[in-house]
């Protein structure tokens, strides 16, 4: 489990930087609105990030969240140099599915492993990373 959690540590650390990355750099027409979001999904990034480092160390491992290590082991993409709305919507949006879906893998293997508290772990993180999904894709619908 330390190594499955390990794993998805990493990416929900890329996940969080990536939140403020497009916090930061988003301009045009829906500033204010997706300035807002990012920062909102920014903040719940990091209580998964949170949650899987502790659930590491609750299981006598080192929970290492260190950008060093998790720019080695995420599986995410990089984030792109955008800064327009759409794009950094479009960014959020592939970085917020591909975490959703290692997340919803990491459920399974849990489960699969008898682990049922990780595996409920990875629910909670995966419900709130489903949500999140859904209202920063809500921002691309009509303009495509």
Same mark, same amino acid.
């Given at each position: 489990?330390?190594?499955?959690?390990?794993?998805?540590?990493?990416?929900?650390?890329?996940?969080?930087?990536?939140?403020?990355?497009?916090?930061?750099?988003?301009?045009?027409?829906?500033?204010?609105?997706?300035?807002?979001?990012?920062?909102?999904?920014?903040?719940?990034?990091?209580?998964?990030?949170?949650?899987?480092?502790?659930?590491?160390?609750?299981?006598?491992?080192?929970?290492?969240?260190?950008?060093? @290590?998790?720019? *080695?082991?995420?599986?995410? $993409?990089?984030?792109?140099?955008?800064?327009? #709305?759409?794009?950094? &919507?479009?960014? =959020?949006?592939?970085?917020?599915? @591909?975490?959703? *879906?290692?997340?919803?893998? $990491?459920?399974?293997?849990?489960?699969?492993? #008898?682990?049922?508290? &990780?595996?409920? =772990?990875?629910?909670?993180?995966?419900?709130?990373?489903?949500?999140?999904?859904?209202?920063?894709?809500?921002?691309?619908?009509?303009?495509?």
């Amino acid at each position: 489990m330390i190594e499955l959690l390990s794993a998805r540590l990493a990416d929900a650390v890329d996940l969080q930087t990536q939140t403020k990355q497009a916090h930061w750099n988003v301009k045009g027409p829906s500033f204010i609105a997706l300035h807002e979001l990012f920062d909102k999904v920014n903040e719940d990034a990091e209580e998964y990030v949170d949650l899987i480092a502790e659930r590491i160390v609750q299981f006598g491992g080192y929970a290492d969240g260190s950008i060093r @290590t998790c720019a *080695k082991r995420t599986t995410l $993409a990089d984030y792109p140099r955008v800064s327009g #709305g759409r794009e950094n &919507t479009d960014a =959020l949006s592939t970085a917020l599915a @591909t975490f959703g *879906k290692n997340v919803r893998v $990491a459920i399974d293997e849990s489960d699969k492993a #008898g682990d049922k508290g &990780t595996a409920d =772990l990875f629910t909670e993180v995966s419900r709130g990373v489903d949500k999140w999904l859904w209202f920063v894709e809500t921002h691309l619908h009509g303009e495509r």
